[in-house]
């Protein structure tokens, strides 16, 4: 099975499904991406606060797979923002990688009450570091309409990519427009809302009528919107069907009705990104 591949506005690809390692335990890390990667992803979602670039980085150099044919997203740390710090981590997070260049480096969280509200500066040694060819493409994570716009006016430089929380229950529908306007690809993590569309009864109506998961149709949900996924799972039986999403299609009316799962801000499962704080 084919995974499509979305242009981003960089003129680089990327795949529309990822895995993702978020809570995989480090010392669990290398064996569970290489049951991933034996699976078919070719597209690993990492972050220096997950604590297992190592692990990512291990499977990687004993895959065999040659780097091109791999896509690797890691993410900065909330701690830090500060260009200096952001500088130093991102070297930090190739060497932990074992790779020269990362495909995709991501600003994890805005912060906009921490470092007096200037997620810019951060934005602008990510585009340093692109430049510097330590990144072939620079993207945002958790950024609000306001965020995004704001770092777009302030530099220039616009993401190719904002992952937010999305699934059926939260649809994030602001931040999606606010990524369409700019040209900037929407990234849902979540996007099975931590399993709980396993329990709805819209959705296991669907999954019956189409012969699939819950999650299966939760995840072509997202395709058919669009957005890139990164289902994280351990269970490499899981793995393999969360990666068949590509050879059916749900009707309109499937669409619509999974749309009409939305329940704005109260489907929400993760923080909220205007008050998000923590640094680790």
């Keep these: 099975m084919t995974v499509p591949d979305l242009a981003l506005h960089d003129g680089t690809s990327i795949p529309q499904l990822g895995f993702g390692v978020?809570?995989?335990?480090?010392?669990?890390?290398?064996?569970t991406v290489t049951a991933a990667l034996e699976a078919g992803y070719r597209h690993i979602d990492t972050a220096q606060m997950y604590g297992n670039e190592a692990g990512v980085g291990e499977?990687?150099?004993a895959s065999g797979i040659a780097r091109d044919d791999l896509y690797v997203t890691t993410k900065l740390n909330n701690g830090f923002h500060r260009p200096d710090d952001a500088r130093r981590e991102i070297d930090a997070s190739l060497v932990r990688l074992g790779l020269d260049q990362v495909d995709l480096f991501l600003i994890h969280w805005p912060l906009p009450t921490r470092?007096?509200?200037?997620?810019v500066?951060?934005?602008r040694a990510l585009i340093e570091a692109q430049e510097a060819g330590k990144t072939r493409s620079i993207g945002v994570s958790n950024f609000q309409p306001?965020?995004?716009?704001?770092?777009v006016e302030e530099t220039?430089?616009?993401p190719v990519v904002n992952q937010v929380e999305v699934h059926p229950f939260f649809a994030n529908e602001d931040v999606r427009a606010a990524n369409k306007r700019h040209g900037v690809l929407t990234e849902a993590w979540s996007p099975i809302a931590k399993g709980?569309?396993?329990?709805?009864?819209?959705?296991?109506?669907?999954?019956s009528l189409v012969g699939r998961t819950p999650a299966q149709v939760a995840l072509r949900w997202h395709v058919q919107r669009g957005d890139i996924v990164f289902p994280k799972s351990m269970n490499p039986e899981r793995m393999r069907q969360n990666f068949e999403i590509f050879d059916?299609?749900?009707?309109?009316?499937?669409?619509?009705?999974?749309?009409?799962?939305?329940r704005g801000e109260a489907g929400r499962l993760g923080p909220n990104p205007d008050a998000f704080d923590w640094i680790p």
């Design 196 to 207: 709980t569309v396993v329990d709805d009864d819209t959705i296991g109506e669907i999954a």
């Design 248 to 262: 059916f299609e749900l009707e309109p009316h499937h669409m619509s009705a999974l749309d009409g799962l939305d």
């Design 59 to 61: 499977a990687i150099k």
């Design 156 to 158: 220039g430089v616009v």
């Design 22 to 31: 978020f809570q995989v335990p480090p010392p669990e890390t290398a064996a």
């Design 121 to 123: 500066q951060t934005w």
């Design 115 to 119: 470092y007096d509200g200037d997620f």
């Design 146 to 151: 306001a965020h995004l716009d704001r770092i």
